[in-house]
């Protein structure tokens, strides 16, 4: 089905056909609609014209309003203060446009007309260790975001840059070498077991690198030998990615997400580019050596001495580093890929880093005009006191334990509002609750801003919480069930109450809210936009009685309302991927 037009842009189309009219001289003029708290919009486009023209701004508004045809789509209009317009669209338009959404799969969404194809970089953990607090956000913004821009229409290829190359690999195969029974277990072997494996792994080779100059010296042979590509190095290498990766997906199970194979393409997946990345860099001048290393220098980047602090792609010892990596990369989503963006759910702390390689490469030529590069940079999660996330004696939080402990908490709210749920469902929904607590929690903050992660405030059946959303969604399906025979219908004949003309005009933006968060990647403007449904669909419910209502046509076109709301918060909500169970 092709898209529904939002009341806002039937609206601005009827004012610049009034413009062109009444107003010739003015050309293609923007009337400048906005929503508008004074009447349902507001168009300010008369003081600009006003000025290009030499007139007045309240007479040429009202030449325009003459030009308005007298129909069903405005009910009222007003010249108000230096000539603004305040608008008002009939209760039928309100109803005829919702009813034409709620008869799309898509609630009438339309999809990118020429999309491009974007790779995005998240949920990047690193092999053989544990994931913990700082890994949440990349996983939780990049996920929504990847939902989103499909959702959009956009050609999405994920890519998880993990670490998965290194010196400690060095050690840790080597001590796996000599002690060849360590990773040996059966299959089916737990993300928990696989971890505790690892850890147990990472530890026993650490001590005996620090205490043993002889193992340390072998250790340090063996990453040349990984590094050259030998075989029986690079088998055992796997063995610690394989069981990694274990670990990793029971992870983002446990977080809702679905993470494929081969989108992950960790560091080593670019090691054959790397020294075609240095000669390509050197011989367009765009790199050069200084004491041995191959740099590339920026006049805005100076260190704390006034001295310019080069990004270094080869190391001065032939090895390479990070840059030499992400160039490689951006090479490989460029040229093999065909992105036109490359989007980066990367920490704010990275952001120096990633503007050097983004100038890098712009200078280079892989980055241009009609590809670019943007980092979706990130803050970071704190505790309570405001200060970066730890646990009492001071380690990084585990982001197992603080997941277990969201579901666990949801658990308990379920629990006490549980009707007529097994322990089973009261699990199942525990387990939604929880993970949609957190997600909600990120999701709800610019990705830019710093958050406090609060399981107090996150688990609230009051205030800005996914759970909230969650019982607000629950309620109408309640509602549904209950309506018997009544059905759900539109009634564009009907007058609507103060409290459903709010509601369906805030539906009415589904549309609108979607292509803004998909233009900007900015997923916490979807969930204000959820919040503000909510919230107005409570309004809604406290203020006009549903199957009580004085007709049955009221009753139908109030079914009708609640029944898109609550697709409408299904689909935003899957969008940030966050379940809507159907009863709580």
Known sequence: MASVPSLAASV??????ALSAALPEAGSADPLLRRSDRADFQANGMLALAKKLGGNPRELAAKVVEQLPAGELISGIEVSGP??????????AITETLAARAADDRLGVPTAENPGTTVIDYAQPNVAKEMHVGHLRSAVIGDAVVRILEFAGEKVVRRHHIGDWGTQFGMLIQYLIEHPHELDHKDGVSGEEAMSNLNRLYKAARGLFDADEEFKERSRRRVVDLQAGDERTLELWRKFVDESKIYFYSVFDK????????????????????????????????????EGALCVFFEDVKGPDGNPVPLIVQKSDGGYGYAATDLSAIRDRVQNLGADTLLYVVDARQSLHFKMVFETARRIGWLNDQVHAVQLAFGTVLGKDGKPFKTREGETVRLV????????????????????????????????????????????????????????????????????LQYAYARIRSILRKAGDARAAAHPGLALAPAERALGLHLDRFAETLREV?????????????????????????????LKAETPETVENRLFLCDLTARTLHQGMALLGIRTPERL
Do not use: W
């Open 12 to 17: 601005h189309q009827r004012l610049a056909d």
């Open 83 to 92: 000539g603004f317009l305040n608008i008002t669209v009939s209760d039928q």
């Open 255 to 290: 977080l809702d997400m679905e993470i494929r194979d081969p989108d992950v393409v960790g560091e080593s997946g670019y090691n054959d580019m790397l020294a075609e990345t240095c000669r390509l860099l050197e011989e367009s001048g765009v790199a050069v050596r200084s």
């Open 401 to 468: 334990d603080l997941l277990d402990e969201a579901i666990e908490r949801a658990s308990a709210v379920v629990r006490e509002k549980a009707q007529d749920l097994t322990e089973e469902e009261i699990a199942e929904r525990g387990a939604q609750v929880g993970i949609g607590a957190v997600k909600y929690a990120d999701l709800s903050t610019s990705a830019s801003r710093d958050y406090k992660f609060d399981l107090d405030q996150m688990v609230s059946l009051n205030g800005d919480t996914s759970v909230y």
């Open 518 to 546: 998909a233009e900007e990647h900015a997923p916490h403007k979807l969930a204000a936009y959820l919040y503000q449904l909510a919230s107005q669909y409570t309004t809604f419910y406290d203020q006009c009685p549903v």
